[in-house]
Structures are given as C-alpha cells and as structure tokens.
T-cell receptor, first 113, second 111 residues
C-alpha cells in the first residue's frame, strides 16, 4: 500500500533554476492537492485538481504551475525558483468530493539558494 | 476573514498526564473541522472529522470535541508514542472547498 508517493524527498536549487515535483497516488482518488508548509504558518494550498483534466489555484499559486497528467499523477513545477519558495511541499489526495479526509505524501524539502 | 488558531504552540507532558489541545476558529458556515497528526519528516495523517457543535469522536487515547467556536483534542493518559504535532483545519464558506490549517501544537510526552 504505497498511498501517496512524492519525489524527490530533498532538493537544493539555485535561484532561477526550474524543477518539477512529482506526485502519484494509487487509491483511485479524484482530487489531488499541492500544499507548502513553512515554520510558524499553517499548511497553505498552492493548487488543486478536483478531477482529472481540471486544475484550480489555491491560496498561494504565484510562481508555480501544475499538471494533472492522469488520475494518478499531479505534478508541481517551479519555472524560476526563488528563495521565498524554500519550503516543505506536500502532495495530498482525497476521494469523496474535495478536502474530505486528505491523504498526504511524505513531503519534499526544497531549498532555494 | 476565516481563521484557525491553535494553542498551546508546544506542550510537554509526563507519561500518563492527561491534557487538552485547543483549536479556535472563525469561519462563515462551518462545513467540517479536521484533526491531523504529523510526525517529524512525514506528512499529516488524518485523525478525525467533526461536522456540528456537540459532536465527539474517539480513537484510542484521543477524543475530539466541537463547539460553535472551538474544538478540543483531549489526550487521556498519553504515552511517548503520542508525541507529534497535532494540526487542526476547518472547511467553511459556501462557495469554496478550501481548508484552512492552524499552525499546530507540538506535543512531547516523556516517560
């Protein structure tokens, strides 16, 4: 039972570099999410996808793009990384509607120098 | 503005010493209040959902309760393995499914 799998676990980027965070779930969930978690702040929603083929902005979408490749996979891309994007990123999925009982991945710790 | 405030920020307990964590919220039209547990280096893990004032849910040593303004996570006779950060989140409003997370309470239970 893999659940939600995120790669990579750690990444260091230089300012201006680009990268894609990968996320896959094997629970046949319709909805998938990308959150960031910063010290002293709650989890903040970056983007979400309520179903295959749809994506919507969350609370903090600037500087990010997403792709819902299929029902299983939802990727997050940083086109030109900035130090303000240093954070821990979590992918999550849910089944019934949106937000009900989120299942989270183990996170990606990203540092932008 | 919708808001979630958790207190205390950190809590140290002796094994067996019961206590409560607080989650205060302001939201227009609460649709659900969620509790998650997060271990260091891992993603949050779902514990409970509460939907209406007066509702209570239990799981092992944990019991969550809900009023119109706040939720409590009661921990009875905690063990060291209960050490974690506990996150509260609310879903509210009539035109959004957005979850608003609190900053969490970091619980340490010592033997």
């Amino acid at each position: 039972n893999a659940g939600v799998t995120q790669t990579p676990k750690f990444q260091v980027l230089k300012t201006g570099q680009s990268m894609t965070l990968q996320c896959a779930q094997d629970m046949n969930h319709n909805s998938m999410y990308w959150y960031r978690q910063d010290p002293g702040m709650g989890l903040r929603l970056i983007y979400y996808s309520a179903s295959e083929g749809t994506t919507d902005k969350g609370e903090v979408p600037n500087g990010y793009n997403v792709s819902r490749l299929n029902k299983r996979e939802f990727s997050l891309r940083l086109e030109s990384a900035a130090p303000s994007q240093t954070s821990v990123y979590f992918c999550a999925s849910s089944n019934v509607g949106t937000n009900e009982k989120l299942f989270f991945g183990s996170g990606t710790q990203l540092s932008v120098l | 503005e919708d808001q979630v405030t958790q207190s205390p920020e950190a809590l140290r307990l002796q094994e067996g010493e019961s206590s409560s964590l607080n989650c205060s919220y302001t939201v227009s039209g609460l649709r659900g209040l969620f509790w998650y547990r997060q271990d260091p280096g891992k993603g949050p893990e779902f514990l409970f959902t509460l939907y209406s004032a007066g509702e209570e849910k239990e799981k092992e040593r944990l019991k969550a309760t809900l009023t119109k303004k706040e939720s409590f996570l009661h921990i009875t006779a905690p063990k060291p393995e209960d050490s974690a950060t506990y996150l509260c989140a609310v879903q509210g409003g009539y035109n959004t499914d957005k979850l608003i997370f609190g900053t969490g309470t970091r619980l340490q239970v010592f033997p």
